[in-house]
């Protein structure tokens, strides 16, 4: 998220690319008790490092996450599966040919890898 929420401000993140969707980044903010537009607008305005944006989220948080939320979120991200609809399309776009891939996190790495191939050798 915070690749592409930098790349974004920055004028880089590729046309169509959603800088802050509701899938993983929506998990993601609700898990670290962030609000989408106020993340936006600090990633725009103060442009930090990874470190940077890190302090933001603790000091959004009181200073600290729960370990057991963390947790948590991240269980829900490993577990997460696309519908059968949009793995069957992004396995498809990305040359996948077994239909047992379906965890999102797999597939949106593969889309991801497969776009930025695509841009650097086109």
Do not use: W
Not at 13 to 29: I, K, Q, R, S
Not at 45 to 63: A, C, D, M, R, W
Not at 91 to 107: I, P, Q, Y
């Amino acid at each position: 998220m915070y690749t592409k929420l930098t790349l974004d401000a920055a004028g880089k993140l590729p046309a169509g690319y959603d800088a802050c969707g509701n899938g993983f980044d929506g998990m993601t903010l609700k898990a670290l008790g962030l609000d989408r537009e106020e993340t936006l607008a600090y990633i725009a305005s103060h442009k930090p490092t990874y470190v940077q944006f890190e302090e933001y989220i603790l000091e959004k948080n009181g200073g600290t996450l729960p370990k057991e939320a963390i947790e948590a979120h991240n269980a829900a991200v490993r577990g997460y599966n696309h519908t059968d609809e949009y793995g069957s399309s992004l396995r498809a776009a990305t040359g996948v040919k077994d239909a047992s891939v379906k965890d999102a996190v797999t597939l949106n790495l593969l889309e991801d890898l497969h776009e930025l191939h695509a841009h650097v050798t086109n």
